[in-house]
């Protein structure tokens, strides 16, 4: 039997997959002097400046209703993607924000869209990281536009801001090619991330969207649609308004699944991909967008007979008073660049796992219980212990709804995690390294080329927590984009059906 053609999102992830036979092959010099500005500006606009409504964790929020609102918007954006640091290059000044990077590139954008409220007039805006300040670009109402790029999603019909974040392309292709796409959704997941956690911390709750008309959104922001495109839009609602206390509604609507293609270059790909997974129109209308119980999957994946099972059970992490400690990291956090090998405590990853999979354990301390994801049923974590102590070497399958790993594999894999990570030290000296996969034909099946998008967003989110997590901890930890993706299921003893999306390291930092 023939086997069925593959989708344009298949044949995507099997032409951007690392080799040992043909990376060097497709590696390019970098020309430093063209790296593109990881700053979008503009030039004419109302400016809002958010610098004066900065406060420390411990001050009390203003009691002015108008302060408390823009206290609230200037911490949501600073922690999510502001400047967080600044580096001395030879080129000049480097900038980090709260979200990781591959690379350092920062690939988004993200845009206000206002209905009308106390502080701010109908309209769109543009975050200026760089100032830290809202420029409003265009003031007439664009909310009826909104809804109907959003196929009338009901989280639009009652609140009032809405977030959408947008990708430059050329910022990370200049580096990754057209292996880019991978990263600037993982990074984009980065960003929703840290939005969803510092929403609860400011009383709003962001409705993750995305499903959407891309050519009407991309024009309804005047975005040059040949380097910039919409990736996810979040419907912000204000939870002390109670008429935008809603419920949980899906994210995630399919797209077409394209087999018929062309011949299709290499430097063409990634805008090929991202093309062919966009949304044109949507006839299931606002019943289309309800929370269908038969979308709960109740049992984890994998079951392997006769492994070693263990708990995952623990003691949730301990945030702070008001979630201190959290916003904190959120401007501290730093990817680790070395590993000393030292070992974990099992308690340690146990926590990680616990913050990252678990929301519903911290909703006593504020946060969102349920946060929106596109569909995480379709992700699956492996973990390879090669340095915890209380738990033997080797590869495990984690089961988040039975709360267990599931030992896979009986091994120490640091000398190949060298080689599957290219030849990173962060591979080898890492106590832990956990991969994220997904059936790539099942979830195509599900939603389309598109899913590709929600797989790697989901993927970004859930590294995020893991990046948080650790670093309170005090933990090592940093992210890992480039690997041998085909060696890394074969050594690990990972099924092969199951595409690596993501690797995230973690130990003790040097």
């Known amino acids: 039997m023939s086997e069925s053609p593959k989708s344009i999102a298949q044949h995507y992830h099997e032409r951007t997959k690392y080799d040992p036979e ?15 500005i990881p700053f979008k500006e503009y030039k004419i606009g109302t400016v809002f400046d958010l610098k004066p409504y900065l406060r420390d964790t411990d001050e009390t929020p203003s009691s002015d209703p108008k302060i408390r609102l823009w206290q609230r918007l200037s911490h949501l954006l600073l922690h999510s993607y502001g400047l967080t640091a600044k580096l001395p290059t030879m080129a000049g ?10 690379g350092g590139l920062y690939p988004a954008e993200i845009y206000l869209i206002s209905r009308g409220t106390a502080i701010l007039p109908a309209g769109l805006y543009h975050y200026q990281a760089q100032t830290h300040g809202l420029v409003q670009f265009w003031e007439n109402q664009v909310w009826p536009d909104l809804r109907d790029a959003c196929f009338w999603h009901p989280a639009l019909e009652n609140t009032h801001l809405a977030l959408v974040t947008t990708a430059v392309f050329l910022r990370s292709s200049w580096r990754y090619q057209d292996r880019a796409y991978r990263r600037i959704c993982l990074d984009t997941g980065h960003l929703l991330g840290n939005i969803e956690l510092m929403a609860a911390m400011n009383d709003y709750r962001p409705h993750l969207i995305g499903g959407f008309a891309d050519d009407i959104l991309n024009q309804l922001l005047y975005l040059d649609t040949n380097a910039e495109g919409a990736i996810a839009v979040l419907a912000l609602a204000d939870l002390l308004q109670i008429e935008e206390n809603l419920p949980l509604l899906r994210t995630a609507l399919p797209s077409v699944t394209n087999i018929d293609y062309p011949n299709i270059p290499d430097g063409k790909l990634l805008d090929y991909l991202h093309e062919s997974t966009k949304i044109e129109t949507d006839s299931s209308g606002t019943q289309g967008w309800k929370l269908l119980e038969t979308d709960e999957i109740l049992e984890d994946k994998y079951n392997f007979p ?5 708990s995952t059970v623990t003691s949730s992490i301990d945030w702070g ?15 680790t660049r070395n590993y000393n090998g030292a070992e974990l405590m099992l308690n340690e990853l146990l926590a990680l796992l616990d913050f990252t999979y ?11 219980g349920s946060p929106d994801y596109f569909d995480l049923s379709l992700i699956e974590t492996f973990i390879a212990v090669s340095g915890v102590s209380g738990l033997e070497d080797g590869c495990y399958y984690y089961a988040p709804k039975a709360q267990e790993l599931r030992q896979i594999r009986f091994k120490n894999f640091r000398k190949e995690l060298y080689y599957l990570c290219l030849q990173q030290d962060l591979g080898r000296d890492a106590s832990a390294v956990l991969f994220h996969t997904a059936d790539l034909k099942k979830a ?22 893991l990046n948080l997590g650790a670093f309170y901890l ?7 984009g480039g690997f041998f993706d085909d060696q890394v299921n074969e050594v690990l003893g990972i099924p092969a059906d199951e595409a690596v999306l993501y690797i995230t390291t973690l130990g003790r930092p040097k």
């Open 306 to 310: 006769f492994c070693t099972k263990i």
């Open 321 to 335: 008073k008001n979630l201190s400690g959290l916003e904190k990291t959120l401007l501290k956090r730093r990817s």
């Open 444 to 465: 195509i099946a599900n939603y389309g080329d598109r899913v590709y998008r929600y797989l790697h967003l989901d993927a970004g989110h859930l590294g995020q927590r």
């Open 93 to 102: 000044v480097h900038y980090l924000r709260a979200a990781p990077s591959a």
């Open 474 to 480: 005090r933990l090592g930890v940093s992210g890992i």
């Open 358 to 368: 678990q929301p519903y354990h911290y909703i006593h301390q504020g946060l969102d």
């Open 22 to 36: 043909t990376l060097g092959l497709k590696s390019q010099t970098l020309d430093w002097e063209k790296q593109p």
